[in-house]
Structures are given as C-alpha cells and as structure tokens.
C-alpha cells in the first residue's frame, strides 16, 4: 500500500494548487482525479467546465503574478463588463479593487489553465493519478497515516492529511464529512448538490465578426426567472465566444411570478426551458431581427467538453469550515467558496486549495479554517451579500439598479445627467444601505454555515 503525507482528491484548480504547493513544502503528495474525455483535450483530465473570465484583482487573490501565466491560456483581454436589462444597461470599465493585472480582466480557456497548474504540481514533485477514481474514504483519528483511500480500482492509497477538492459534485466530499457529524445531522442538509448548486450550461458560437466584442464580457439579467440566473457571451479566441447561462437546478415554471414579464420566456411555454433552447432565445433575442441564429452563429462542434456544448454544475451556496483536527481540509467548490453569482469562482479555488496544500505538507492545517477566511473572506462575504440582496429581483428591479449604476459611472457631464445623478443618489444610497447591513450581517465570518465546532471529532 502507497503512502503520502497529502493526499488530494481532486485535480481541478483547488487540487492541482493543493498538490503544488504541498510538493513545494517537501511532502510526499498524490493528486487523485478521476478524469473524464473533452473534445479539446487529447488526453483524460479534470471536468475543465466554466465560463473562464478572471478579473482584475483576482489574479492576486489566486496570489499568481500574472506574467507567469502562459500566453496560449490568455484568449482576451478585457476592458469592460455589460450588464444588460429588459430596458436599462450598465457599463463597468473597472472593478475599483487595486489589483496587479494591468487590465480589466482577461478571458482564459479553462482546459489549458488546468494543465498549466497540474505542469506546476507535476514539477514541484507531487504525484498526479488521472483515471484513478476515489470510492470513499476512511478515517482513523488515532493512527499516524489517519485516511485510507479505497480506490475504483482496488488499490488503497494512506495519507497523513487529506484535501477534498471535489468541486461542486462533491462525490468523495460528502460521504467523507458525515462519519463527524452526529444527531442524524449531515452535510448534505447544507451542500447537497441538487439543492446547492445551480446548473450551467453554455455552447461555443461563431458570432458575425462586426458582432464580436473582443474586449467585453456581457451579462443580461431579469430576462429569465431564477434566483441568479442569468445568461452571458465571453469572447474566445478569433470570433468565436462562449454563449451561456446559470440557473437553479429543478426550477418549476409555475413557481415564477410574472412569467410574461420574462424576455426568454414564451407564452405558450409549459415548463422552464432547456440550457440550449434558452441560448437559442437570447440570441435570437438579441439579434434575431437582422440575423439567423443558425447560420449567422453556428456551434463550434471542435471545442469544449462535447460537440461544443458544456453542462456543469456551479456551488450557489455559502462555504463550510473543514474538520482540521481530524487532518481533513475542503477546498474550492466542494466547501461552497464558489458562486453563481459571478459564475464560478477559479481564483477562490486556486487560493484555498493553495492554504490547505502547504498547512498539511508543514503539519500547520488546524489554522486552515482561520487561514482560509483571511485570505479569500472578503471576496466570499462580497458574493454572498449581492446574492442575497438580488434573490428576489424581477426585471423591473434589475432595470431600476443598472439606471442606477449608469447614471452614477457615466462620464458625461451633461446638465440632464447631472439631474439624475442627483434623482440616482436617494436610491444609491439605498442600494448601499441595504449591501452594508447585509454584509454587516455576516460580519467575523458570519456567511459560514457550518462551523468546525459542529463536527463531532
């Protein structure tokens, strides 16, 4: 039987960044990922599914310099954000969080920048197993190599330390959590994934090269029903872009109020959409009066997961703390530090599967739960305070924020818009208002909604 001081279930970002830097620390360290085929990879790897946008400042919250960053994993470089309304638009050309990236953002495939990061682990000495995946595993508080990994495969993997970085599926996560949790209590009730999580799915089209927007991620909100549901265009390499959208998980058209208020919707619907169907609408919807959807934006059949199309889920949940006296840490989308608020959340998973990485390989993980909040805390308390002030919003509310928003960042000084910046102030303020006692709400890590101190250990 094998032997490691860190073992990683997992080797998407939070995984490969855990191995890399539990290898880098001196442990003897294996990345397990169970692997699975993509149409633009030539070999097994992680799910590699997501939007794949990154902002400014969140290349420093992954604690990456970005000129380390491989020009092939870059595909554009951003200076704006649309947020697109049934009636109102709203413009962002910077996040106003200093940040080290000279520019607004960039896009980035996916794929490549989860090989890039396995490059690294692989070169820092961790030990990387594809194809290889984790049945369950077991736990002895008493012994020196506490977890035994049974394997698909029959083999048994022990490890001093175990990091679960499982994304939002949390296959391994959940059976591993509930042998500390008592009173008929799991860990489901809080990250279940059909509850947990909401589903995206997105399609890789070729736009018209006048409608290509190489320099701009779009957003339209209020135009389809769900608690941060919301479709999108990310601009790719040459003129092909990303087409998606998020959504709960098992919504039901008869729950949505107002649903003749909803651009995507039809009347004569008799159930929510399907991804597909909903990204047809949104382009149709969008251009559909001077273009055919068809043959003005065919799917790119050679990229993405399968014949250009990806579904996957995305954790819309607040992050548990980890069992760390057990040598257990949870990193990424499988403790809920992902959202769907902003579409994933790569950098979140990179930074705390970096903390639970070198905490294990220095035998320093009880401080991982503290570690974790200090380093990626502010930007999960940012998420989880919008999401909860928008979960109720219709179209109406979502036009009133971005007139808002644009009468505040335009650069006119016209005398009509100085007018409304004044009318704009009172329901700023509000907005404001309500974002601060929110987030004071969640204040000292409040947004955790399972704290070590519940597990049994």
Known sequence: MERFDVAIVGGGPAGMSAGERAASHGASAVVLEQGVPRADRDFLGPDSTDAAGMLDYWVDIMDEDYREIPDEVILQELDRVDFVGPSETATLRKTGIEASYPKMGFTFHRARMDDWLRERAEDAGAEYCVGVGVKRAETTLDAEYRHTLRLADGGDIEAKYLVLADGPQRRVTLDVLDQFMSDGRSVSDHLSPPTANHIAYQEYREFPEELFEPTALKFWWGVMPGETAYPWVFPNDGTVARVGLTMPIGMDLVDVKNPDSYALLHPDDEGIPRGGEYVRRLLEYEYGDEYDVDSDFPIVENRGK????????????????????????????????????????????????????????????????????????????????????????????????????????????????????????????????????????????????????????
């Open 306 to 457: 399968s014949k250009g199309t990806e579904t996957y889920p995305i954790s819309s949940t607040r992050p548990i703390e980890s069992p760390t006296k057990a040598g257990i840490a949870v990193a990424g989308g499988a403790m809920g530090t992902t959202s769907a608020f902003h579409e994933g959340g790569y950098h979140v998973a990179v930074r705390s599967g970096k903390i639970a990485g070198e905490l294990a390989a220095t035998d320093s993980l009880e401080s991982y739960n503290d570690e974790w909040k200090a380093a990626i805390g502010e930007e999960i308390l940012r998420n989880v305070s919008f999401a909860d002030i928008v979960a109720d919003y219709g179209p109406d509310d979502w036009d009133h924020v971005f007139s808002v928003v644009h009468n505040i960042t335009s650069d006119d000084d016209g005398t009509e818009l100085i007018k409304s910046k004044v009318g704009s102030g009172v329901r700023g303020a509000k907005l404001a208002t309500q974002y601060k006692r929110v987030k004071f709400g969640y204040r000292n890590g409040g947004y955790v909604q399972l704290k070590e101190s519940e597990y049994t250990i």
